[in-house]
Nanobody, 123 residues
Framework: VQLQASGGGLVQAGDSLRLSCAAS????????MGWFRQAPGKEREFVAT????????NYADSVKGRFTISRDNAQNTLYLQMNSLQPEDTAVYYC?????????????????WGRGTLVTVSS
């Protein structure tokens, strides 16, 4: 399965963005999915994850209360609604599909990764 993230851009602090991740070449509806990000000069870090039904989600402490992960299995698409963006949220955001149906914050549990989308938040 191929994943393609989109929706990134340049915004000001306090603004919102909605990222999308479209899957093609297969279905991801039976798999947990997640968002990760990598800021310049930093390692990739976990952002949010969702189980295959969407019934369980988990967030990094840094985005909890501001970001919301969701999915539309009929559309084979994953979303990340990002509100109250801050300059420290600036990064390339990647979506990924897990090896299993459960959600996970461990990048080693993900087998398919999409090309990232850049989010830049100015102060």
């Amino acid at each position: 399965v191929q994943l393609q993230a989109s929706g990134g851009g340049l915004v000001q602090a306090g603004d919102s963005l909605r990222l999308s991740c479209a899957a093609s070449g297969g279905t991801v509806r039976r798999y947990g999915m997640g968002w990760f990000r990598q800021a310049p000069g930093k390692e990739r870090e976990f952002v949010a994850t969702i189980s295959w039904t969407g019934g369980r989600t988990n967030y990094a402490d840094s985005v909890k209360g501001r970001f919301t992960i969701s999915r539309d299995n009929a559309q084979n698409t994953l979303y990340l609604q990002m509100n109250s963006l801050q300059p420290e949220d600036t990064a390339v955001y990647y979506c990924a599909a897990a090896f299993q149906s459960l959600s996970s914050s461990n990048p080693n549990n993900y087998g398919s990764w999409g090309r990232g989308t850049l989010v830049t938040v100015s102060s």
